[in-house]
């Protein structure tokens, strides 16, 4: 177990006492967070979410943050070293280490295929509609 102290816009939000903590936009880390009890973001929502991994407090949730904030990150725990991973690359960070993450000040496009649908693949993926008792 760690404690990941979070602020937003330099504001103590929460100090999460978790396994680890998962801060998603509707493009990435939606699945892992989705699997932590996260909501689906659909895509162009202007937002962040945070979701703490197996909390030990009953009374913490997953939080939608807008992406206008800038969020800070700071672990402490029992070792010397924390395992961060960002976009499938880790790094070992000391503790007392300050993360801060906000959004980019750029903005890209994403491919969509034709006959293809965020809310179509969501029907298939999560079997939404269905009915297998018939």
Request: hydrophobic share 35%; charged share 20%; glycine share 8%.
């Amino acid at each position: 177990m760690i404690t990941v102290h979070t602020k937003i816009n330099n504001e103590a939000l929460n100090s999460y006492w978790a396994d680890g903590l998962i801060l998603a936009t509707p493009t990435g880390s939606s699945g892992y967070s989705l699997s932590c009890g996260g909501p689906i973001l659909y895509p162009g929502t202007s937002s962040f979410v945070l979701t703490p991994i197996a909390p030990h407090n009953l009374s913490v949730r997953p939080l939608v943050i807008g992406d206008h904030k800038e969020i800070s990150f700071e672990v402490d725990g029992r070792g010397e070293d924390f395992l961060v991973t960002i976009d499938s690359r880790s790094e070992t960070i000391a503790k007392g280490s300050k993360l801060t993450v906000k959004k980019a000040p750029f903005e890209f496009h994403m491919i969509r295929l034709k006959d293809q649908s965020y809310a179509k693949t969501l029907r298939n993926k999560l079997l939404w509609g269905l009915d297998k008792r018939n």
